[in-house]
């Protein structure tokens, strides 16, 4: 194929595809994908209730404040994704790197600016920060 593995991984998170499988393929990592699969976009809501008047629509991709969306970039949105995939669990800085700007270097002090924008977006509260560790999102109490 023309593409490399970067384009084709980029070409899926464009059309809104979040995970990637790289071959060769481990056969406990596909059956772990396929059971996410089937909880989150067969079983579960496409609604995830979070605290505080937030939810995040899956199908939309869409992060929603009192029944207003919030207009979010695509680096933003994968960010709020992350966390949302990964509610009520710290997700590392390392692993928000790799994901948000993947094959991209950034450092802290980018990552904490890309943050804070994020956060005068949605409010301060929605994102909780684990200094020297990484961020999350509360589950709806």
Known sequence: ???SEKEKLLKA???GIDKYVIKPIDMDELFALLEQIVKTKIIGADIIEISGGYSFNQTKKVLVKNGV???LTKKELAFISLLVKRIGT???????RNVVWFGEKVNDPAVRTFIKRIRDKVGAGLIKNSPGLGYKIELKK
Request: aromatic fraction near 6%; glycine fraction near 0%; hydrophobic fraction near 55%.
């Open 1 to 3: 194929s023309a593409y």
């Open 13 to 15: 998170i464009d059309v």
């Open 69 to 71: 969306e919030i207009a």
């Open 90 to 96: 710290l997700v590392l800085t390392e692993e928000i």
